[in-house]
């Protein structure tokens, strides 16, 4: 089965695919059901309801009829893996034994189709395809190997990057840290967040469907591909993951309790042969009408892209009022 959420009668509404490549709003089954995160939180009895619903005759929508939203608009939380690829090891000095992750805000969600707007301040902005985790139960503390357990199903993720705030949004300076006889000792420390450079609006194209987990044979095995209009940018399998899935659960869940319909991007998809193009190459504030991303055995994931020549550039009110003075460390 495969799900997602369409704009129907001005408000979304969670629906699931036919035999016949229709739609079935969830809400003909069963009118509690008013988003797929409410289906997730039912439970087993719930996918039991739409299977013997697919086989009776309901009132359906064209998928030529739609306009897509994000397939989970309304996730507590989406928690992305970072630099989770083989191939970025060649590029590091150091990382820690564990995969680190950032928060994703659900207000950079966008759905399938709908326009990626980038303002020139944005700077150096690229795509990056990313396999999506949708959580089916209340998961924490998960044992190692019992991950897919906690595992609703997949969906397709472009996890947009402007390079160019993560330049600008970082801080260097100096933390008193203890050395344990009860004085403290200042450390050279540097502090970088992805609060811009990760959430602006649109920031998380999602979808068009989530897939559930028994129609997806090997998670850890799915030929990845981004296109920019025509041109074949990047090239993976999520094999070359760094970490597992299931390590990755493993590892949120011992640190934030995790609910149905959150979801969990594994990290990008790059060329583990350093053969291709760096992300950096498929700049979408330089070129390019649309990007698309896609999943063997899940589909495609397209999103035009629109570059705002015209916009405000909030800096220039800091730049014209500067409150930071640095001094001399040590």
């Given at each position: ?323 930071f003075v640095p001094r001399s460390l040590g």
């Open positions: 089965m495969k799900f997602a959420t369409i704009h129907l009668d001005g408000r979304s509404s969670p629906v699931v695919e036919t035999q016949g490549g229709r739609l079935l709003p969830l809400t003909r089954i069963d009118p509690t059901w008013t988003s797929l995160r409410r289906l997730i939180e039912a439970g087993e009895p719930a996918l039991a309801a739409v299977r013997r619903a697919l086989e009776a005759d309901h009132a359906t929508v064209g998928m030529d009829e739609v306009r897509w939203a994000p397939p989970i608009p309304d996730p507590s939380k989406m928690l992305f893996v970072s630099l989770n690829n083989a191939a970025i090891d060649h590029h590091l000095t150091y990382r820690p034994d564990f995969p680190t992750y950032f928060p994703k805000l659900p207000s950079a969600l966008i759905g399938a189709g709908e326009t990626l707007r980038l303002q020139a301040h944005h700077g150096l902005t690229h795509p990056e395809p990313e396999l999506g985790v949708v959580i089916g139960r209340v998961a924490r503390e998960v044992p190692l190997g019992r991950g897919m357990d906690c595992v609703f199903g997949f969906t397709i993720v472009n996890d947009i990057t402007s390079v160019g705030m993560r330049k600008e949004d970082y801080l260097l300076g100096e933390y008193p840290m203890p050395d344990g006889d009860g004085t403290y000792r200042m450390v050279e420390e540097s502090y970088l967040y992805p609060g811009r450079y990760k959430n602006v609006d649109g920031f998380c194209p999602m979808g068009p469907f989530v897939w559930h987990k028994d129609v997806v044979p090997d998670p850890m095995n799915i030929d990845v591909k981004a296109w920019l209009d025509d041109e074949l940018v990047i090239e993976d399998n999520t094999r070359n993951l760094h970490y597992s899935l299931d390590e990755v659960i493993y590892w949120m869940s011992h640190h934030s309790t995790l609910l149905p319909g959150d979801v969990i991007s594994l990290g990008t998809a790059v060329d583990p042969d350093l053969r291709g193009k760096p992300l950096s190459y498929a700049n979408l504030n330089r070129s390019g009408d649309v990007v698309r991303v896609d999943f063997e055995g899940l589909g495609s994931l397209r999103t035009p892209v629109q570059r705002v020549q015209a916009g405000v550039d909030p800096r220039l009110h800091f730049a014209q009022s500067k409150r």
